[in-house]
């Protein structure tokens, strides 16, 4: 499976131009992004990062990380995904950095999703839909979210976001109506943010494999 993302983060080489700043995503087929990346480094400005992880990679590599407040809207941020529906929809923060990811995809232009293709389905739900809390609020959000859509909510015990924050992954969810249960729940009190990318979905999504296919 790691030859399909390798081959999935090297394709997206092919929308990085000349003096872009990039986002760049979180996770194992980003981290071969990064190191095709690399070889451009003095041709980019730099890279904006979704997490601690990224940013680490970025810098042993020698690219210079940016602050997304300093460089405005972004032309390209690549990030891999969770689940992928046919609309390019998506569940993300399996890696726990759905935030900063969701920021920086609303910031971009252009949003290259990179998958391997065991992350295409039909209707999204099957991986546990990770939901960022304020702490404090953890167990307020998983009661609602369970007498609201019925899934199943599981704290992810242990893991602190780089926000300082938890994540409760919800299973069993059939999500058939993605854009209205991510806007659902949004508005609940504490929840900082919602790991279904679908109001904005990916631009363009690659789908690793020899040759990659492009949805
Ligand atoms: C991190 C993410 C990742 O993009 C997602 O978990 C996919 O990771 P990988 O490329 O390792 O399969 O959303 O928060």
Redesign the pocket.
């Known amino acids: 499976m790691s030859e399909a993302?390798r081959l999935a983060g090297e394709k997206a080489i092919d929308y990085v131009e000349d003096g872009m700043v990039v986002g760049v995503?979180?996770?194992?087929?980003?981290a071969y992004f990064i190191d095709a990346l690399a070889a451009l480094k003095d041709r980019i400005a730099g890279a904006v990062s979704s997490s601690e992880q990224s940013t680490a990679r970025l810098k042993s590599h020698g690219i210079d990380v940016l602050d997304l407040n300093a460089t405005g809207p972004l032309h390209l941020y690549v990030?891999?995904?969770?689940e992928c529906d046919p609309h390019k929809r998506l569940i993300?923060?399996?890696?726990?950095?759905?935030t900063r990811?969701k920021i920086i995809a609303e910031a971009s232009t252009k949003f290259v999703c990179i998958i391997?293709p065991a992350?295409r389905v039909d209707v999204l739900g099957r991986f546990p839909l990770p939901i960022e809390v304020i702490p404090m609020a953890r167990s307020l959000v998983a009661r609602q979210i369970l007498s609201t859509t019925g899934g199943q909510p599981v704290w992810r015990e242990g893991v602190v976001t780089d926000n300082g924050n938890w994540v409760l992954d919800i299973h069993h969810l059939s999500i058939t109506d993605p854009v209205g249960l991510e806007r659902e729940l949004n508005q609940i009190p504490g929840v900082v943010s919602v790991?279904l990318f679908a109001r904005r979905p990916a631009d363009v999504v690659i789908v690793g494999g020899e040759p990659p296919i492009l949805l």
Do not use: N, R, Y
Request: no cysteine; hydrophobic share 25%; charged share 30%.
């Open positions: 993302k995503g979180t996770g194992s087929t980003v990030d891999g995904a969770d993300k923060g399996g890696g726990a950095a759905l990811e391997d992350k790991g």
